[in-house]
């Protein structure tokens, strides 16, 4: 059974300090690791998707990684906006179920 | 293009009621798949369907059932509710449910079941 961790569970900066959250998995036969962003009251919002270790894809101040074991997600100079539950799902096999991790919450202080 | 839309987006239910969740996928994407949302357990896979047929299931009880209709948009049910079932449900779409397709969310329902 797949198996997803996402840690540290919650996480402060203050503006501008960067950090990584980390995303450890274990799949067989991983097809797919899926970043999310999911602010209070709303639903998953989708950030990145990485096919193979050693796949890197950046979107403003977040950039996602991949090895075999983990990802990480570097936020790089944080700004309050970026405050927000960060959640990590894998795709194995041939079908599309997303399996998550219990997600990250990041808080960022002005 | 419009997103993923799902009604109602809040419900209150007592135990032992039943209740129908919908969920309207983004235009020309075929698969839907439903997912659970608690604080303790955090997102579970419940059903995916596509082409009106359930491809997929999670590990639910049977009260937990779901269909998909000809224009894609889905239906889920839950029979005979329980405390626990108090939750987010949420509704995701793909293009044909492929395992390298991005699922996009909706707002989510959140039903408080007293």
């Known amino acids: 059974e797949d198996q997803v961790t996402q840690s540290p569970e919650a996480l402060r900066l203050q503006e501008g300090e960067s950090s990584s959250l980390n995303c450890s998995y274990t799949v067989s036969g991983l097809r797919g690791l899926f970043w999310y962003r999911q602010d209070p009251g709303k639903g998953p919002e989708f950030l990145f998707t990485?096919?193979?270790a050693g796949e890197e894809k950046e979107k403003e101040r977040l950039k996602a990684t991949l090895t075999k074991k983990e990802s990480f997600l570097h936020i790089t100079a944080p700004k309050p906006e970026d405050s927000a539950t960060y959640l990590c799902?894998?795709?194995?096999?041939?079908?599309?179920?997303?399996?998550f991790g219990k997600g990250i919450t990041l808080s960022v202080r002005p | 293009k419009a997103g993923v839309t799902q009604t109602p987006r809040y419900l209150i239910k007592t135990r032992g009621q039943q209740v129908t969740l919908s969920c309207s996928p983004i235009?020309?994407?075929?698969?839907v798949s439903w997912y659970q949302q608690t604080p303790g357990q955090g997102l579970q896979f419940l059903f995916e369907y596509f082409s009106e047929t359930q491809r997929n299931k999670g590990n639910f009880p049977g009260r937990f059932s779901g269909r998909q209709f000809s224009n894609s948009r889905s239906e889920m049910n839950v029979s005979t509710l329980e405390l626990g079932d108090s939750a987010l449900y949420l509704c995701a779409s793909s293009l044909d449910g492929g395992a390298q397709e991005t699922q996009y969310f909706g707002p989510g329902t959140r039903l408080l079941v007293l």
């Open positions: 799902a894998v795709v194995s096999g041939a079908n599309s179920k997303l399996t």
């Open positions: 235009s020309g994407h075929r698969s």
């Open positions: 990485l096919y193979s």
